[in-house]
């Protein structure tokens, strides 16, 4: 399980790099590019949508930190990790259901909302096998 949790990081921590350098592409650039008067409304929404996809790629570098630390035995970090890992799915099922709603949503973004659940879930489901052997090898 601590083998899986590890891989799972790593892929969170690279996803969150990629998406740090994309949003601050996005934030910055387009930005830039939407700076006449008639489209100061797309430049302030193309740095917002920027800005926030910082903030959860953020998230995403600390739930794979703590992931990391987690497999190495540490589980106060773990713990850090599952929670935010759980606010992930909350905040992505709710987004889901709300476009539903709406209707807004299009095949694709329900599948790509799908798929923001998945690596949470795997992150949950090895992290709660992680915590399991941390307290086991603790308790011998």
Do not use: H
């Not at 601050?24 to 100061?40: E, K, N, P, R």
């Amino acid at each position: 399980m601590k083998s899986s949790l590890k891989v799972i990081s790593i892929i969170y921590i690279i996803i969150g790099v990629i998406g740090i350098v994309v949003g601050l592409i996005v934030a910055i650039g387009y930005s830039a590019i939407f700076t006449s008067d008639s489209q100061t409304t797309l430049a302030r929404m193309a740095f917002s949508y920027g800005i926030a996809m910082v903030i959860t790629s953020l998230l995403g570098l600390v739930i794979g930190a703590s992931g990391i630390a987690g497999s190495r035995g540490k589980k106060s970090a773990l713990n850090v990790g599952l929670i935010l890992s759980w606010v992930t799915v909350i905040i992505s099922v709710v987004g889901m259901v709300i476009g539903l709603i709406a209707r807004q949503t299009s095949a694709y973004q329900v599948c790509e909302g799908l798929l923001q659940i998945v690596l949470p879930i795997l992150f949950i489901v090895f992290g709660r096998g992680a915590k399991k052997k941390i307290i086991e090898e603790k308790s011998i």
